[in-house]
């Protein structure tokens, strides 16, 4: 069975990659899932950001704008480390990178240009989950499961941003903007 005890030798990654398709696979995709639960925070708080920072519907998509770019030249960036330090480290990187931006933003963003500093370093994190990850389950599953595999992956990720706007509209009604990324 799947368990999530320290004493384990594998790592979540390790466990993540294996192709069976069960409640266990379930369990171990999630976890990616939940990762992805700080990608849209920022986007389901526009409304408040731009009254709280009194800033326009320009600003505010620029500040969407600057996670995407950032988020695409992730993807490249993180597709090449991949490649040259392994798949697995570079999702391990990425996770970790990505927390640390998603709580900078919440602790250190206060107007416009630290909304897009902040939120652009996020996209810039982010690349990591998804690329090599994708390289990492072609790695570890078998080709007649390959789609399978990528295919529980792929919604494991809509399901975090799914719980992030979820979660941010929570947030917002109980803990303010800033606990979202917390």
Not at 50 to 69: H, M, N, P, R, T
Not at 130 to 143: C, K, Q, V
Request: aromatic share 14%.
């Amino acid at each position: 069975g799947f368990s999530f005890h320290p004493q384990n030798e594998k790592s979540i990654l390790d466990r993540l990659t294996k192709d069976d398709c069960t409640t266990e696979k379930f369990v171990r995709v999630s976890s990616v899932g939940a990762v992805e639960i700080g990608d849209d925070v920022e986007i389901g708080q526009i409304p408040v950001l731009i009254e709280e920072w009194q800033i326009g519907a320009a600003e505010a998509g620029s500040i969407v704008s600057g996670f995407y770019f950032a988020y695409a030249f992730s993807l490249m960036g993180f597709s090449w480390l991949g490649d040259h330090i392994g798949a697995k480290r570079a999702v391990e990187i990425s996770a970790w990178i990505t927390t640390f931006a998603s709580v900078s933003f919440g602790c250190f963003a206060n107007d416009f240009a630290s909304s897009l500093i902040f939120y652009s370093l996020l996209g810039l994190s982010q690349g990591g989950i998804y690329t090599p990850l994708i390289a990492l389950f072609r790695e570890n599953s078998e080709s007649n499961r390959l789609g399978t595999a990528i295919g529980w992956l792929i919604a494991s990720t809509s399901v975090g941003y799914a719980t992030s706007l979820l979660l941010t509209g929570l947030s917002l009604a109980y803990g303010g903007w800033q606990f979202a990324f917390y």
